[in-house]
Each structure stands twice: as C-alpha cells, then as structure tokens.
C-alpha cells in the first residue's frame, strides 16, 4: 500500500516529465519553426525539419499521458477525504486530456498536408500553406479551449491543499489565484482576441508559480499527512 508520501512523490515525478516534455514541445519545437506573420518560413522549417516537428507532437501526447495519470494520483491522495472534490478533480484533467490529444490532431494536420505529396495534386504550393496556417491557428485556439478544463482543475486542488496541509498552504493560494487568471485569460481571449495587456500577458504566472512550487514540492518532500476535514469545513456527502 502507497503512503502518502510516496503517492505525493510519484505526482510530482509525473509532473516533473509533464513539464519537461511541454517546454520541449513548445520552446524547443514550435518556437523554433513557427515564424510568427511569415508563412512561407514557417511552411519551409516545417518541411525541413520534419522529424523535430514529429518529435514535438509525441512529447505533447507524452504530456498528456503523464497530465491523466498525475490526475490520477492526486486523486487517490485525497480522495479518503475529499472523495467528491477529488472526483471533480479527476473529472477535469480527463476531460482537459481528451481535448488536448484531439486538437493535437489540427498540428499534425499541417505536417500532414505540406509533406504528403497527395495533397501536391489538389492543391498548389500557396493553397498548401494557407491551409497550414489555418490548422495551426485553429490548433493555438484549442490550447484556449482546453485552458476552461486545465485551468478549472487548479479550483479543487487548491482548495483541498489549503484544507488538508498536504502542502503549504501558499501553493494551494497561488493554485486557486492560477484558477482565476486562467479563466480571465480564456475569456478574455475570445471576447477581445487582439486586445494587448501588460496585467493579460502575465496573468497565468500564479498558475505556473503554484503548480512549479507543488512539483517540487511533492518530488522532494512528498505529500504530508492530510487533516481529516470537519463537516462544518465541507460538505458531509465529502466525507463519505
């Protein structure tokens, strides 16, 4: 049987991977190709560097593999004590996992058209790059689609961190302050789509101040002995 601690440090080991394959994926890869405003140079790195492109779609379903099984984890920490807020938990990153593993398909759909000579025999060279473009915005929309689900996860695992001591408190602060700027951030995405911000270029950073602190936190230190809620601090269907 896995004590807490042991549970605690396997989370973070799986978050640890989450978070070195995302960075690879997003700075090492698509930074690297995407040439924002130049769709020719873009279409041109892609091509030439096929096998990058394709190393960045695995390490962004390897994310989303060690996402649904952190998920997990959490999970059956809380889950003697916080049964129902767990589940939710849990709820979310499955969902937030099923819908970054299908938009994951709009970012393969643009090595697929410029490589697959098939679509040569339809399409001219200028019509090919359009499209590409096209699935690759319509794939950095669905990363703030997925952002309602990743981000609404960040409510209950702040929430029982404050309430069970698991970790410090001020990670569960930050999570739930992360919970809030994410959700500004999605909403504010579709409503003003080229408003720019100071205060909305940084409104994640609690979100990635809390959820880095909590990684390292679990990796070195595991998770403590959880405080057994009250029925006055939550709901008795919680403590079932």
Not at 2 to 21: C, D, E, P
Not at 55 to 77: E, I, K, N, R, T
Not at 166 to 180: R, S, T
Not at 192 to 214: F, K, R
């Amino acid at each position: 049987m896995y004590t807490n601690k042991k549970l605690g440090r396997l989370a973070g080991l799986l978050f640890l991977i989450l978070i070195i394959a995302g960075v690879f994926a997003e700075f090492f890869v698509r930074q690297k190709l995407y040439i924002p405003n130049d769709t020719a140079a873009t279409t041109q790195n892609i091509i030439e560097n096929e096998w990058l492109f394709r190393l960045g779609f695995l390490s962004d379903l390897v994310m989303s593999a060690m996402f649904f099984v952190y998920g997990y984890v959490l999970y059956l920490l809380f889950k003697s004590s916080y049964k129902n807020t767990a589940l939710f938990l849990l709820l979310c990153t499955v969902i937030s996992v099923a819908m970054f593993c299908q938009n994951s398909l709009f970012q393969f759909s643009v090595l697929e058209l410029l490589v697959n000579p098939v679509y040569g025999e339809g399409y001219s060279p200028k019509q090919l790059e359009v499209l590409s473009l096209f699935f690759q915005n319509i794939h950095i929309k669905g990363y703030y689609v997925n952002q309602l689900f990743f981000g609404l996860y960040l409510l209950p695992l702040g929430y029982m961190i404050v309430k069970s001591g698991m970790a410090p408190k001020i990670i569960g602060v930050f999570l739930i302050l992360g919970f809030v700027g994410d959700m500004i951030d999605f909403i504010w995405y579709f409503l003003y789509p080229d408003a720019e911000s100071v205060l909305l270029d940084n409104i994640t950073i609690p979100a990635d101040i809390g959820e880095i602190s909590l990684c390292l936190w679990l990796v070195i230190k595991g998770a403590r002995n959880q405080l057994r809620p009250t029925t006055e601090e939550v709901p008795s269907s919680d403590l079932n």
